[in-house]
């Protein structure tokens, strides 16, 4: 008879969160996204004058306020999940700081700033040489960085309300819900950095590649500390560098 674990009744309530926790980290930005798409399209073919002098924060990618959609469907998205998981009892259970130490979060930092761009550097190397050809990162042409314009509503989404967000519903729902029902750690990350990659559709193949490999070693920090303050210092820090190379570019323009 296979073994298998008794879970305690925190657990069991828990593990019982699992679907609405995968709802809430993945499915949910994309029915959002579609709801705001056909809702917009009805209003241009009703009145597109009108439509597009309301909506022209969401047409115009050069428009300053952008960001402002990705910063209110992921503080919704964030809020509807915290209140699911308060109705049940559960929100200390996803929210937990784990270790936290003065140490461990020079370290996070430090790791995240030079880590990821050496290994990025070398893959970029291998991938460049074998094809002869340079890796296309970010769809249309992009440069994935921000114009000047846009760099205060950069900070706000990316700096301030991403990482805690999505780490949150990734990190925080998912992980520890797929973990309480007794899911295998590594299949949880995998699948947790699958889900993370699929929210940034504005990378190519290689850059989605990126974005699962930086979720996996989020996922990492999450195991190794128990809790989301480090995953969330990884995560902010990862968007502070991008944020810095788009105020060194808009300085030097």
Not at 20 to 34: E, G, N, Q, R
Not at 197 to 217: D, K, M, R, S
């Amino acid at each position: 008879m296979a073994f298998q674990r008794n879970l305690s009744p925190g657990e069991s309530d828990l593990a019982s969160m699992l679907l609405p926790a995968i709802f809430w980290s993945t499915l949910a930005f994309h029915v959002f996204s579609y709801i705001l798409v056909q809702i917009v399209r009805t209003h241009l073919s009703i009145d597109e004058e009108s439509a597009r002098a309301f909506w022209q924060f969401l047409l115009e990618p050069e428009h300053p306020a952008f960001m402002a959609r990705s910063g209110y469907t992921e503080l919704l998205i964030g809020w509807l999940c915290f209140l699911h998981f308060k109705s049940k009892g559960l929100e200390s259970d996803v929210l937990q700081p784990g270790r936290a130490g003065a140490t461990s979060i020079v370290l996070t930092i430090a790791g995240t700033f030079f880590i990821p761009d050496i290994i990025l550097s070398v893959v970029v190397g291998i991938y460049s040489s074998l094809t002869g050809n340079p890796p296309v990162i970010w769809e249309n042409g992009s440069t994935g960085l921000f114009p000047q314009s846009q760099l205060f509503g950069f900070f706000l989404v990316g700096i301030m309300i991403a990482p805690v967000i999505e780490e949150f519903l990734f990190r925080g729902a998912f992980m520890s819900t797929a973990l309480a029902r007794g899911l295998n750690p590594t299949i949880v990350v995998i699948i947790s950095s699958l889900g993370f990659a699929l929210l940034h559709p504005q990378y190519t193949l290689f850059g989605l590649a990126i974005i699962f490999f930086l979720g996996v070693g989020l996922g990492a920090i999450r195991l190794w500390s128990g809790g989301l303050v480090l995953p969330i210092i990884a995560h902010a820090t990862v968007n502070v560098k991008a944020f810095l190379a788009s105020l060194a570019l808009a300085g030097a323009n």
